[in-house]
């Protein structure tokens, strides 16, 4: 009853069995080989509807199973859109592979993608459509950087671990043996940056990667590069490790129980350790860090590396208005409590409270714990600080305090004028050597003219090598300006009281009432109130 023609058509000779209804046709193809071709519905009925005087009717026709490959707009996926065959024959992996090839994929393509979407040519029926990922492209993959692993105990980390007690309490005054090292020791291990690996798009495109910050082992006082392994930090003396940026250092360490009269002042090359107090009047100088277990009262401590006191800072107001305490590190300064001190460092950590002391810090000053310092601050005054992070700040009393926060921009100010004035200068002196360049130019004498254009050349030489000297100091001025003052914020978790005077760089704010837990930061060269909202 139906033929197929040679372009996969499948007919229906009318005159030769003049089928009585469309129904009649459509059950019959359903009985037939043709069943799963697209049978042609829309022609059949149409033909019944009218009175076409047409010998042959096309009533199905025979599809092969196709594919269409779409390319996402980042490139990073091919989908294919398969439709399964209709009477026709399977889509092979081969001309699958082939379709892919047509639209330019070059990677990410893996067989098994396209083995799962031809595989629904036997699960789906005749003419269904469905889709795959055929290739997937790879995103590139940042190196990582350089590592420096501890192999050892630092002095840190044994002060911050107190001892345990068997009865499961803490001793909070004894933190255990020294953490010392023998020469020899490996200290740190370094794990090289790695270089990140290159990612790509589906269509061969390739996406570079960005390779890990590489950073060189640094070794302090008492350590050396290892001699057979260039990724290991050894120690060459006995001692202490300390941590440093990118290294440690070993110090040789003094440790005494009480700094009083009798033990004298001291003034160590190494670390200090005392175990007990340092009595009024009493110093300490050390060129690595100075550690108390007790309190200062009245005393001074400076050093080059940390200064940790684990009790109490004392001191009290002399008669010329200075501070009878005085902490200064090169590096950090980590205390419990303090009041009437003066303590300077790069950063201070102050557990609990901080009252009418004198503080410059040339980065964070942070009252309370680390994890949301609520410590509290009154009296005194800040006499620099980047960042300054507390719970309370003033008090009830509204007793006056004064808060400098990026103070250290005025000495930016200042160098900056300092170099506008050499450059007016520099600039002044360019215009009189071309001025004399001029004059030369006039000379008839032709030897005397060259010796004398040659010196004015040379000395116009350094002075613009001098101008822009001077012009890259200023682009990293004012770049350093807007980076100080980008970072320059003060945060309150609790109440900020009123009495508070706060200076950030050459602006002023003061509190006349109370405020809850903000930020105050320098905003368009304004100083701002966000308030915290939860």
């Given amino acids: 009853?139906?033929?197929?023609?040679?372009?996969?058509?499948?007919?229906?000779?009318?005159?030769?069995?003049?089928?009585?209804?469309?129904?009649?046709?459509?059950?019959?193809?359903?009985?037939?080989?043709?069943?799963?071709?697209?049978?042609?519905?829309?022609?059949?009925?149409?033909?019944?509807?009218?009175?076409?005087?047409?010998?042959?009717?096309?009533?199905?026709?025979?599809?092969?199973?196709?594919?269409?490959?779409?390319?996402?707009?980042?490139?990073?996926?091919?989908?294919?859109?398969?439709?399964?065959?209709?009477?026709?024959?399977?889509?092979?992996?081969?001309?699958?592979?082939?379709?892919?090839?047509?639209?330019?994929?070059?990677?990410?393509?893996?067989?098994?993608?396209?083995?799962?979407?031809?595989?629904?040519?036997?699960?789906?029926?005749?003419?269904?459509?469905?889709?795959?990922?055929?290739?997937?492209?790879?995103?590139?993959?940042?190196?990582?950087?350089t590592r420096f692993v501890s192999m050892v105990s630092t002095l840190k980390d044994r002060l911050t671990t107190p001892?345990?007690?068997?009865?499961?309490?803490?001793?909070?005054?004894?933190?255990?043996?020294?953490?010392?090292?023998?020469?020899?020791?490996?200290?740190?291990?370094?794990?090289?940056?790695?270089?990140?690996?290159?990612?790509?798009?589906?269509?061969?495109?390739?996406?570079?990667?960005?390779?890990?910050?590489?950073?060189?082992?640094?070794?302090?006082?008492?350590?050396?590069?290892?001699?057979?392994?260039?990724?290991?930090?050894?120690?060459?003396i006995a001692g202490v490790p300390v941590d440093i940026n990118n290294g440690m250092r070993v110090d040789d360490i003094f440790t005494i129980n009480n700094v009083n009269v009798k033990s004298g002042h001291i003034d160590f090359e190494g670390s200090v350790i005392v175990t007990g107090n340092v009595d009024p009047g009493m110093k300490i100088k050390a060129k690595g860090d100075i550690t108390v277990f007790g309190t200062v009262e009245s005393g001074e401590l400076i050093a080059k590396g940390d200064i940790t006191v684990k009790q109490g800072c004392i001191g009290h107001q002399k008669n010329d208005k200075s501070l009878s305490c005085i902490l200064i590190s090169n590096s950090n300064i980590y205390l419990s409590h303090t009041q009437y001190c003066y303590i300077e460092a790069n950063n201070i950590l102050i557990e609990r409270q901080a009252s009418h002391c004198e503080m410059k810090s040339s980065g964070l000053l942070q009252i309370g714990?680390?994890?949301?310092?609520?410590?509290?601050?009154?009296?005194?005054?800040?006499?620099?600080?980047?960042?300054?992070?507390?719970?309370?700040?003033?008090?009830?009393?509204?007793?006056?305090?004064?808060?400098?926060?990026?103070?250290?921009?005025?000495?930016?100010?200042?160098?900056?004028?300092?170099?506008?004035?050499?450059l007016a200068k520099t600039d002044e002196q360019l215009d009189t050597l071309q001025k004399a360049l001029e004059k030369a130019d006039l000379l008839k004498d032709l030897e005397q003219k060259r010796l004398l254009i040659e010196k004015i050349g040379a000395t116009q030489l350094h002075y613009c090598q001098q101008a822009e000297q001077l012009e890259q100091r200023l682009t990293a001025l004012e770049g350093g300006l807007l980076d100080l003052l980008k970072q320059t914020r003060l945060?309150?978790?609790?109440?900020?009281?009123?009495?508070?005077?706060?200076?950030?760089?050459?602006?002023?704010?003061?509190?006349?009432?109370?405020?809850?837990?903000?930020?105050?930061?320098?905003?368009?060269?304004?100083?701002?109130?966000?308030?915290k909202t939860s």
Avoid at 55 to 79: E, F, G, H, P, Y
Avoid at 105 to 124: N, P, T
Avoid at 394 to 410: P, R, T, V
Avoid at 496 to 524: C, D
């Fill in 163 to 236: 001892t345990l007690r068997e009865d499961g309490s803490v001793d909070m005054r004894d933190f255990g043996k020294l953490a010392s090292v023998e020469p020899g020791t490996v200290l740190i291990n370094q794990q090289p940056a790695t270089p990140g690996k290159a990612g790509f798009t589906v269509l061969g495109d390739v996406l570079p990667t960005k390779a890990g910050e590489s950073l060189p082992l640094v070794p302090g006082e008492g350590t050396e590069i290892s001699k057979t392994n260039p990724l290991e930090l050894v120690s060459t």
């Fill in 491 to 531: 945060v309150v978790n609790s109440i900020l009281h009123a009495g508070v005077e706060i200076h950030i760089f050459n602006k002023v704010f003061k509190t006349t009432r109370n405020y809850p837990p903000s930020t105050v930061s320098l905003i368009e060269n304004k100083i701002e109130i966000d308030f």
């Fill in 369 to 422: 714990h680390p994890d949301l310092p609520k410590g509290k601050l009154f009296g005194g005054k800040v006499i620099d600080a980047t960042q300054l992070i507390a719970g309370e700040i003033g008090n009830e009393s509204g007793a006056k305090m004064i808060i400098n926060l990026a103070a250290s921009g005025a000495d930016i100010t200042k160098d900056t004028d300092d170099c506008f004035k050499d």
């Fill in 1 to 145: 009853m139906f033929k197929l023609a040679h372009n996969g058509n499948v007919l229906l000779d009318i005159s030769e069995f003049a089928p009585p209804s469309a129904a009649f046709v459509l059950e019959a193809l359903e009985r037939s080989a043709f069943a799963e071709c697209k049978i042609d519905r829309d022609a059949i009925n149409a033909f019944f509807k009218s009175n076409s005087s047409e010998r042959i009717l096309v009533v199905a026709q025979k599809l092969d199973a196709t594919i269409s490959i779409t390319i996402s707009d980042d490139k990073m996926q091919a989908i294919g859109e398969l439709t399964t065959p209709q009477g026709g024959k399977l889509l092979s992996i081969d001309d699958a592979k082939k379709a892919l090839v047509k639209v330019g994929i070059a990677r990410g393509y893996k067989q098994v993608f396209l083995e799962q979407l031809l595989q629904k040519q036997f699960e789906l029926p005749a003419g269904s459509q469905c889709q795959g990922i055929v290739a997937q492209g790879r995103l590139p993959s940042d190196g990582k950087p």
